[in-house]
């Protein structure tokens, strides 16, 4: 056997799912140039993503959570329900105060922002595959504190007190997703979707639906929720 073939043999295994394929291209483009990584299969969606995750098991998952359907979170919550001992680290756009200790609670070992240096994806492999949790320094010591059972930073963050999936609706509705849209970009009937919405509306304290608009949109434009692609259909 060659040397080559050896190498390639000891190169860890990622699943990469992302609904963009530009972005695959040039993440996988980045990982492939590493000599210890490989992206070994690639996913859009999460359906896809949890077909690939029992086919090929692969060492660690390196997952966005704007996907169609169900989303990140939920698929994170699936697949360490089925595979406890894969690894997943999440690389997303939106702000880590908001979304990391959500990510962490669903099962991943760690969370990057696509905003940072793209050295620090790999470094994050690497650590997540050897047993570490990674967050930005900032995040430290509130994670320490989600571990010990306790989150009072977090707390003093109205959103906070929404489920992983209230949250997905407000971000929707605060880019001008209709009610419909949001059901399809979910997978979920427009009930649900009316249900959701009402929860939103009674844990913020929101009198009615033209109020809760506002809301959503001034929150999406001060904490940068835009999903990064949205399948709008009216």
């Not at 696509?114 to 900032?138: H, T």
């Not at 904490?223 to 692609?229: D, F, K, Q, R, T």
Request: charged share 25%; aromatic share 4%.
């Amino acid at each position: 056997m060659s040397s080559n073939s050896n190498s390639e043999g000891l190169r860890r295994r990622i699943l990469l799912v992302d609904d963009h394929p530009f972005f695959r291209l040039g993440l996988a483009h980045f990982i492939n140039a590493q000599v210890d990584l490989k992206v070994w299969a690639e996913a859009s969606d999460p359906r896809e993503a949890m077909r690939l995750l029992e086919k090929e098991r692969p060492d660690v998952v390196l997952l966005d959570l704007n996907l169609p359907g169900k989303g990140g979170l939920e698929l994170i919550k699936d697949m360490r329900a089925l595979h406890p001992n894969v690894p997943i680290l999440v690389l997303s756009m939106h702000d880590e105060s908001q979304y990391a200790p959500r990510v962490l609670r669903a099962g991943a070992r760690g969370y990057i922002m696509k905003s940072e240096p793209v050295n620090r994806v790999a470094e994050g492999i690497r650590n997540v595959i050897n047993g570490k949790i990674i967050v930005s320094e900032p995040m430290s010591s509130l994670i320490l504190e989600i571990f010990a059972g306790k989150s009072p930073g977090e707390n003093t963050i109205p959103e906070a007190r929404l489920s992983d999936r209230e949250l997905e609706v407000l971000s929707l509705v605060g880019n001008a997703l209709s009610t419909r849209s949001i059901a399809e970009r979910l997978s979920i009937s427009m009930k649900t979707v009316e249900a959701h919405r009402a929860n939103i509306k009674q844990k913020l304290s929101i009198a009615s639906s033209q109020e809760l608009v506002r809301y959503a949109i001034c929150w999406v434009e001060e904490s940068g929720h835009a999903p990064e692609s949205l399948a709008v259909a009216v």
